[in-house]
């Protein structure tokens, strides 16, 4: 596993650890190889929005949750 898969165990780690159920993450649609990585490490689209970026731009976000 790399280094990014093990800081986001790490951080499972400490929050299962102060009792929390779930954690989620914003990643931008676009971004296929971010959200492959979320995938293989287990986690799961649960929304999905459009935002304005600078420049009056928008570009949609999705939400994503692991269980802990």
Known sequence: AGLGAALL??????????????????????NTAARRF?????????????EAVPGGAKRTVLRMVKRL
């Open 9 to 30: 165990e790490a951080g499972a780690k400490w929050a299962a650890g102060g009792g929390q159920k779930q954690m989620y993450l914003w990643v931008y649609a676009g």
């Open 38 to 50: 979320y995938d293989r490490l287990g986690w799961r689209e649960a929304q999905r929005r459009v």
